[in-house]
């Protein structure tokens, strides 16, 4: 599973501004957002609406790091918006002046988008995403269906390790890309056996369409959901651990029906061939076989039908 807005409501907020020189944290923000105002990450809107603007500075050179963060030119200052990695990368100095704040954002289980203006540190962003008041009973009714639940995001470690530890999850994959994502699925495939993934972003795509099944939540992208072979409409965990008991109770009931048509096969086309004529001198008469076959075919209709209470 993703996890935020899978895991999470997916409607996150900016819940403290850090900045790294005093009375400049409106302009931290500002900045911010003027770059993700043309993002589609969940985050960027977050970073967007806590701006309270409606118009932003002209962007220039806009580039955007699929699970890394964005950077551009603003009032013809480079800035950069999104993980310390891509930070590092651009040769932002000086970092470590942040890092104990981030650190403690962190293990209070906020979300962390560092913001650099030119080559230094401008100030941190806490983001804050409430998880779903549906997803501990989800993952609770998935363990006990036999499941092991993976978390994969590109949150950082320790944010990712107190939602984990929260909803009780079993291993934690954080601090990776889409791309990375997809071959972690492919790894689980090798490893584990047969893997079903569940996301919402355009970042989950690639491993939505790795996985044996692909699980988009309504609530989500366009791109995830045609990457995904299931919806879920209402974007709730819970039917996940629905479409499972509908399609264990399916498949019973495939065997249930091959049994009911073997049986009737079994007897009725021997009977009806005279393999008891020469014993006892019955055959079967054309009136009751044909009323064997509706009876056969209301038997395997009337099993069918009892899977509209199945999973509710």
């Known amino acids: 599973v993703d996890k935020t807005g899978t895991l999470t409501e997916g409607k996150p907020s900016v819940v403290k501004v850090v900045a790294l020189a005093p009375g400049q944290e409106k302009e931290v923000v500002s900045l911010a957002a003027a770059l993700e105002q043309r993002s589609e990450h969940p985050l960027a809107s977050a970073v967007v609406r806590a701006a309270g603007q409606t118009t932003f500075p002209n962007v220039e050179h806009f580039e955007s790091s699929p699970g890394g963060g964005v950077q551009g030119s603003v009032t013809g200052k480079r800035v950069m918006v999104g993980k310390r990695a891509l930070l590092e990368r651009s040769d932002v100095r000086n970092l470590q002046q942040l890092d ?3 650190n403690e954002l962190q293990h209070e289980g906020h979300t962390v988008i560092w913001v650099a203006v030119e080559e230094d540190p401008a100030g ?41 530890t929260r909803l009780r999850i079993d291993e934690v994959v954080a601090e990776i890309t889409p791309a990375e994502k ?28 790795a996985a044996d099944v692909g699980i988009a939540m309504g609530t989500g992208t366009d791109v995830a959901m045609h990457s ?18 509908l399609s264990r109770a399916t498949m019973r009931n495939i065997r249930q029906n091959l049994w009911f048509a073997f049986l009737y096969n079994g007897l009725g086309v021997p009977i009806a061939a005279g393999v008891l004529y020469p014993f006892f001198g019955l055959l079967l008469s054309p009136i009751f076989a044909s009323a064997a076959m509706a009876l056969s075919s209301v038997s395997v209709i009337g099993n069918a ?8």
């Open 100 to 102: 104990t704040v981030a």
């Open 305 to 312: 039908l009892r899977l509209k209470r199945a999973a509710l």
């Open 124 to 164: 941190l962003l806490a983001v804050s995403d409430p998880i779903k008041s549906s997803t501990p009973e989800a993952i609770e009714n998935l363990h006990r269906a036999g499941l092991k639940i993976i978390m994969l995001t590109g949150d950082n470690k320790e944010t990712a390790r107190q939602v984990a």
């Open 182 to 209: 997809q071959a972690k699925v492919l790894e689980f495939k090798t490893r584990e056996g047969v893997v079903a993934m569940a996301g919402d972003g355009v970042n989950d795509a690639p491993a939505l369409a």
């Open 228 to 245: 995904a072979g299931v919806t879920l409409v209402k974007g709730d965990l819970r039917g996940i651990v629905q479409a499972i008991a």
